[in-house]
């Protein structure tokens, strides 16, 4: 209806009937008027004018109208009996709101609510009343208690708090407040309430973990916690999102590129973890899934800061500890942070590898190996907010290894030609890598105007690796190489995103420019490397969402131009140096209804090869090893089809995807004639791969034990012909994940968590059964629970054996490692002040830099 719309006879008592009215009745309108309330008057200038009138009723009662409309709009009506009254008419595009005045006085409201022993209460309902009790504004405490307001008149203003189990209190609203709530024992009499966060809920049609209010709070870090997510497997900053593959990870929107981000950011600042499994195309062609952790939301002035420290001992001691700060003034943030880690790892394994040839080859070994590397990674940078809606920040990231990475690998070798010992080798093979400064920085600036959002970021990226390899059969020399790396990275990405009638419109550009630098020289086990690889991407994306009632679409397209230039020892080589354009293309249609939901998900996603994988340089493993990329790879194809369906805290999903040119190690003898039993470990492509599969996850909650149960299956189809192996095996594999989570009073929490994978036959691989039992205790201190101590034992039973068996082209390889997997542990973190750096640089380039 048009708000220009004359409001004519059809009001009764407050307006003549037509501009030509006689005085007669002009009086009696008049008369009539006296006995009119304002809401009276607004309902009938809402039903004349045709377009709805929001309004409080206990906020306008009182009020008393007395006037003659004739021939006005709808609008001009409402601003006419609000004459002389503390009321203001805004209008919408559907709409009219009646709404108290601001005051010139007006003031931001802010305070702390607690319970009757002192401790924070979050999710306290604050209301800001008028003297007439009508309302002004609203708010919802965060998880320290605190609440915020925007501006209101602090004139004869209350502030009313209620929360369930408690009574309700009403205070004089100031500036600064405090509120204490005490117990309604009336209430508690009558029933006991136990109020608490479902560990799993579906929301915007992703599936959100409550992080706040659950026992994933107190879980440690948040590197701990992630694998306690559901549909969400591995550890150590290295997950797997079932039937999605490995997921980017952001924290309020900012990608995180360093798993030390995670051991950070402790998992009771976090208020909620999603996993998004069919993500828009605006996180790029590669990204299969993504975790979205946002963080609680807490303000706070002056310095802040956060330390922690943890130790675990296996057959090697592993120790980490870091500091963060974060100075607020205004608008202002300035935060430093550092981490530091001593790392020992150790291996243990067996292998048999059979090479069918011209002769039938057997090597058969032991070993092990240890590697030890001290790290620093750092970051210094600021955050400027110069209003709500606009704010700029910078950071750098340098980073390092403290020394040389020193990795020693020792084993014992039988070669056998036909069945009879040509060689027995003692072999010894020592690794230095030199890590230079690896420098990052980050740049951003984000503006709200009016219903439109501008996102840019620019990223820079440089770092410099040196290698050098020693290794000895018998106590003799066999083999030295050294190899250099460089790497420069600059990227830039720009998202808009506005609303387009019903729904919401995201479209912006990403560029990337690397330069990577390989040289790679030996002894003459093998040939001399030079490789130089310069690589330029351009990207144009564009989504919607539109919600339709219980349904929502979500539709999208990127478009990436991909140049690669690849030259040896300077040349261009120009069958290496391959262009690409490809569409990449996202649709998914997702109802929800009451607890249930329903979502069917069709993505395009492409991998490009790791630069690792490119290399022509064919490295040194032992005297009857070695290994060597692919320069001649092409990305790889998915089409991802994924159908989800959820009930309360049951939820289950089902997968199907079809690749082209999956990557793939496999074996090979390396040259029979020259190098007669030498195996050589190689990369290939395979021109189909089907992936299948299906995954259940509950989550119920039982008293103070709050169970999370996830089981999978899969069925991985892989023709690998082309590349010499006939093989091709589909047995459906499954995985089972018990996770317990016991909550007792006092801080004291339990986790226990058991993981199954039985074997399977898939492809040309043959898997064995392998799983693990995990367990943490942690106990809470301080009221607000800053300070927390955790005790960690990993594969308790010593079970997390890793077996892999695998055919290749005329060979069999059979192998079971054990990586110091048993390990006990303690962790202790700290954290004081409430603020939280405001910085929400998302970066760009994401895809790139983790190819480098």
């Known amino acids: 209806?048009?708000?220009?719309?004359?409001?004519?006879?059809?009001?009764?008592?407050?307006?003549?009937?037509?501009?030509?009215?006689?005085?007669?009745?002009?009086?009696?309108?008049?008369?009539?008027?006296?006995?009119?309330?304002?809401?009276?008057?607004?309902?009938?200038?809402?039903?004349?004018?045709?377009?709805?009138?929001?309004?409080?009723?206990?906020?306008?009662?009182?009020?008393?109208?007395?006037?003659?409309?004739?021939?006005?709009?709808?609008?001009?009506?409402?601003?006419?009996?609000?004459?002389?009254?503390?009321?203001?008419?805004?209008?919408?595009?559907?709409?009219?709101?009646?709404?108290?005045?601001?005051?010139?006085?007006?003031?931001?409201?802010?305070?702390?609510?607690?319970?009757?022993?002192?401790?924070?209460?979050?999710?306290?309902?604050?209301?800001?009343?008028?003297?007439?009790?009508?309302?002004?504004?609203?708010?919802?405490?965060?998880?320290?208690?605190?609440?915020?307001?925007?501006?209101?008149?602090?004139?004869?203003?209350?502030?009313?708090?209620?929360?369930?189990?408690?009574?309700?209190?009403?205070?004089?609203?100031?500036?600064?407040?405090?509120?204490?709530?005490?117990?309604?024992?009336?209430?508690?009499?009558?029933?006991?309430?136990?109020?608490?966060?479902?560990?799993?809920?579906?929301?915007?049609?992703?599936?959100?973990?409550?992080?706040?209010?659950?026992?994933?709070?107190?879980?440690?870090?948040?590197?701990?916690?992630?694998?306690?997510?559901?549909?969400?497997?591995?550890?150590?900053?290295?997950?797997?999102?079932?039937?999605?593959?490995?997921?980017?990870?952001?924290?309020?929107?900012?990608?995180?590129?360093?798993?030390?981000?995670?051991?950070?950011?402790?998992?009771?600042?976090?208020?909620?973890a999603e996993i998004i499994t069919t993500p828009g195309v605006q996180y790029g062609s590669s990204v299969g899934a993504v975790i979205r952790l946002r963080t609680i939301r807490k303000r706070g002035q002056g310095m802040s800061g956060s330390f922690y420290t943890d130790y675990s001992q296996g057959h090697e001691p592993i120790g980490n500890e870091g500091i963060s700060l974060n100075y607020r003034t205004g608008g202002l943030d300035i935060f430093v942070k550092g981490d530091f880690a001593e790392i020992n790892n150790y291996r243990t394994g067996t292998s048999s590898q059979d090479i069918y040839a011209s002769s039938d080859w057997n090597q058969s070994t032991e070993d092990k190996s240890k590697q030890t590397y001290r790290t620093f990674n750092g970051e210094l940078g600021f955050n400027y907010e110069i209003d709500e809606d606009q704010s700029f920040g910078m950071r750098y990231m340098p980073g390092t290894n403290i020394g040389n990475a020193h990795t020693t690998n020792e084993g014992i070798t039988r070669i056998l030609q036909d069945g009879k010992e040509v060689d027995h080798l003692h072999a010894l093979r020592q690794t230095d890598a030199h890590t230079g400064w690896w420098q990052a920085a980050n740049g951003y600036y984000n503006g709200t105007f009016g219903k439109w959002n501008i996102d840019f970021n620019a990223d820079y990226l440089y770092g410099r690796d040196r290698i050098h390899q020693y290794a000895e059969n018998n106590g003799t020399e066999d083999a030295t190489s050294s190899n250099r790396v460089r790497n420069h990275l600059y990227a830039a990405k720009l998202l808009i995103t506005a609303p387009l009638w019903k729904g919401k419109l995201s479209f912006g550009t990403e560029e990337t420019f690397t330069n990577r630098h390989d040289i790679f020289l030996q002894s003459g086990f093998s040939a001399d490397a030079d490789d130089r690889i310069k690589q330029t991407m351009f990207s144009g994306f564009i989504d919607y969402s539109l919600p339709l009632g219980k349904f929502n679409i979500l539709a999208g397209l990127r478009y990436e131009f991909q140049q690669t230039d690849y030259y040896e020892k300077g040349i261009h080589q120009d069958g290496q140096s391959p262009i690409y354009h490809d569409w990449i293309p996202v649709i998914s249609i997702r109802y929800t209804s009451g607890n249930w939901f329903l979502a069917l998900s069709h993505r395009t996603l492409k991998y490009s090869p790791s630069y690792d994988m490119l290399t022509s340089a064919i490295t040194y493993q032992n005297k009857y090893s070695y290994q060597s990329g692919e320069p001649f790879l092409v990305p790889q194809i998915h089409r991802s089809t994924t159908f989800d369906v959820g009930w309360k805290w049951v939820n289950f999903n089902i997968n199907y995807d079809h690749c082209w040119n999956m990557y793939t190690n496999y074996t090979r003898p390396y040259d029979d004639i020259n190098h007669p039993g030498v195996l050589l470990f190689g990369m290939a492509s395979i021109p189909h791969t089907n992936i299948y599969g299906a995954g259940i996850a509950l989550s119920p909650k039982i008293g103070i034990w709050q169970p999370q149960f996830t089981t999978s299956v899969n069925w991985y189809d892989s023709h690998a012909a082309c590349v010499g192996i006939p093989q091709n095996w589909n047995e459906p594999r499954f995985h089972f994940n018990f996770d317990n989570n016991f909550s007792f009073p006092k801080g004291w929490f339990f986790n226990i968590k058991g993981i199954l994978s039985p074997g399977a036959k898939q492809s040309y691989a043959i898997w064995k059964t392998e799983g693990r039992v995990d367990a943490q205790l942690t106990k809470s201190f301080l009221k607000d629970q800053s300070l927390k101590v955790s005790v960690t034992a990993k594969d308790i039973f010593h079970t997390g054996y890793r077996y892999f068996t695998i055919y290749g082209d005329r060979t069999f390889s059979s192998n079971r490692d054990y990586l110091d997997q048993q390990r006990f542990g303690i962790r202790l973190s700290y954290q004081f002040n409430a603020t939280k750096s405001k910085y929400k640089g998302t970066g760009a380039g994401a895809s790139e830099k983790s190819r480098l």
């Open 1 to 272: 209806m048009d708000s220009n719309r004359l409001v004519t006879d059809r009001i009764r008592f407050i307006f003549c009937p037509s501009p030509f009215a006689g005085t007669d009745l002009c009086k009696e309108v008049l008369t009539g008027t006296e006995k009119e309330g304002l809401p009276e008057a607004l309902k009938q200038i809402e039903k004349a004018g045709g377009k709805n009138i929001l309004f409080t009723y206990n906020g306008t009662e009182s009020y008393r109208v007395t006037v003659s409309i004739r021939e006005k709009t709808e609008h001009e009506a409402i601003d006419l009996v609000l004459t002389g009254k503390p009321f203001v008419c805004i209008e919408r595009e559907e709409y009219f709101v009646v709404q108290r005045k601001k005051s010139d006085k007006a003031i931001a409201v802010e305070g702390k609510v607690y319970d009757e022993k002192g401790m924070p209460l979050p999710f306290v309902n604050i209301l800001a009343l008028a003297a007439d009790s009508s309302f002004l504004a609203g708010s919802v405490t965060e998880e320290d208690g605190s609440f915020h307001l925007p501006p209101i008149a602090g004139e004869d203003c209350l502030l009313k708090a209620t929360y369930i189990g408690y009574c309700p209190q009403i205070i004089p609203c100031r500036q600064q407040n405090t509120i204490r709530l005490q117990p309604d024992t009336e209430l508690l009499r009558e029933i006991v309430v136990t109020a608490s966060r479902p560990l799993i809920e579906r929301k915007d049609g992703t599936l959100t973990a409550n992080i706040a209010g659950t026992p994933l709070s107190l879980m440690g870090s948040a590197k701990e916690m992630i694998s306690h997510l559901p549909f969400v497997t591995g550890s150590d900053g290295e997950y797997t999102v079932l039937g999605r593959g490995t997921p980017e990870i952001y924290i309020n929107g900012r990608k995180v590129r360093d798993k030390t981000e995670l051991d950070r950011l402790q998992a009771n600042e976090i208020l909620s």
